[in-house]
């Protein structure tokens, strides 16, 4: 592009001052009003830059020299860091991120949903924010003739051996790289999913961090797993954490990581954890919170935006395995959860009668059908309760929410951007945002939660 269009040109060098940071983690400075992204920038700084990209009204630039430093810029713990696409913050001080996020929850807020006279408290943080995430999903390849398991590449699929990931819990690592060993021992290929040829495509661990049990998972592409006995037999000698050895099968030329066929190698079908007081059946395909004690923290918070007595009626539109629908029914008087996911429900199910709950009710549908169902059966909720993916809420759901009319609404988001925007139209149907907190769910990473809460108008 020429530099009659933009002020800046490809490949030539600038002066910059970085401004602010993306949503993704990359520093943003400005050149005559021109935004250029910079990866592993912070705002504050002042340094050279080399154009790699140009577009139509934004451009890409790399790091080639910093002369002011922020206060907030840290040597990154991770030695491959720069190269792994897991972490966007690890070069930002812990307290600096936290910063960031509430920046960005409050600018978005604004931005989107016409947000401006809100309460965003500050984002909670955590004591310890790293060896938190209780689940690693690793892809397998080969190099130089034997196994490699580790992350990929930023931007690429190239995968980067590695013998540990600092937000993992140690455990994870010590597992992960076992299996991987064993497997190469006893002849197991790793899948190329260029040619489609080779059988162990990911090898996942899943872990308790309460009951400290253990799940090793290998994902294959062919249902027969050479030496299977023997590999079954060395997995399980590793550590006496580890309750269940499973397969799953995913023969499908597809980039999703999960088969529909799993089966039990050895042990059990579930490994068990819990989030408080309550208990969680585990399976290879349960969606279950990868942090559990902030997970416990963002839902010790919908419960207290909730404010319960004991006499409410709570819908939880996505409830997923049940785990806020189980949190509310400690004080509600009965909660109705509806998740979409068959599974998902079945998982509630079980995890309702593990706690010996008998004040939910779980159902399979689309939130937008299966409310207004609900509603048409007399059910009135008092709180209603949404946790949605990234995408954001339903329209249909929103519109439902706004005809029902129940008193309040707890949005669990981990989008501000699609909070923001659902918020918007919840405030013009007839409900007031009071309050928003922000909780850090995964350091070092550029993802944040919030609960918002909203009130009917009339009843603030």
Request: aromatic content about 8%.
């Amino acid at each position: 592009m020429s530099k009659g269009i933009t002020p800046i040109e490809k490949n030539e060098l600038y002066q910059v001052t970085f401004q602010d940071l993306t949503h993704d983690g990359a520093g943003v400075a400005k050149v005559e009003g021109f935004p250029i992204f910079v990866a592993g920038a912070l705002p504050g700084e002042k340094g050279t830059i080399k154009i790699v990209k140009v577009k139509k009204g934004y451009a890409f630039g790399r790091l080639m020299e910093l002369e002011t430093r922020s206060d907030d810029r840290v040597e990154p713990a991770c030695p491959i860091y720069k190269h792994c696409g897991g972490c966007q913050l690890q070069h930002m001080s812990y307290e600096g991120q936290l910063e960031a996020k509430h920046k960005q929850v409050v600018e978005v807020l604004a931005r989107i949903g016409q947000i401006q006279d809100v309460p965003v408290h500050p984002v909670m943080g955590m004591d310890e924010p790293w060896r938190y995430r209780n689940k690693a999903q690793v892809p397998v390849g080969e190099q130089e003739g034997g196994l490699v398991a580790g992350f990929y590449q930023q931007r690429s699929h190239d995968i980067i051996d590695m013998e540990e990931c600092l937000i993992q819990e140690q455990i994870n690592d010590d597992l992960v790289q076992a299996a991987k060993r064993i497997c190469d021992t006893h002849g197991v290929r790793a899948y190329n999913e260029e040619r489609h040829s080779g059988n162990l495509r990911h090898i996942m661990v899943r872990y308790g961090q309460v009951t400290g049990e253990a799940m090793v998972v290998l994902v294959t592409k062919e249902d027969k797993l050479p030496n299977q006995d023997q590999i079954v037999d060395e997995i399980r000698k590793i550590s006496p954490s580890i309750k269940s050895i499973v397969q799953n099968v995913n023969s499908k030329k597809t980039n999703v990581i999960m088969g529909d066929h799993t089966k039990v190698l050895w042990g059990e079908e579930y490994i068990y954890d819990y989030i408080g007081d309550i208990k969680f059946a585990i399976s290879a395909r349960s969606f279950y919170q990868v942090n559990p004690k902030q997970t416990k923290v963002l839902y010790d918070q919908a419960l207290k935006y909730a404010e319960l007595n004991g006499s409410e009626t709570v819908i939880d539109a996505y409830c997923g395995i049940g785990t806020i629908s189980l949190f509310l029914a400690q004080k509600a008087k009965h909660v109705y959860g509806v998740e979409i996911v068959p599974e998902a429900i079945s998982d509630a199910k079980r995890n309702a009668k593990i706690n010996s709950m008998q004040n939910v009710e779980f159902a399979v549908g689309e939130a937008e059908k299966v409310i207004p169902w609900w509603y048409a059966q007399g059910v009135r909720a008092d709180v209603l309760v949404v946790d949605p993916p990234r995408k954001g809420c339903d329209e249909a759901l929103l519109q439902t929410i706004i005809k029902m009319k129940p008193k309040k609404v707890v949005y669990v988001s981990c989008n501000p951007a699609t909070l923001a925007r659902d918020l918007r139209v919840l405030e013009d149907g007839g409900y007031k945002t009071t309050e928003v907190q922000p909780v850090d769910m995964f350091p070092h990473t550029t993802h944040v939660e919030c609960v918002a809460l909203l009130k009917l108008k009339g009843h603030e």
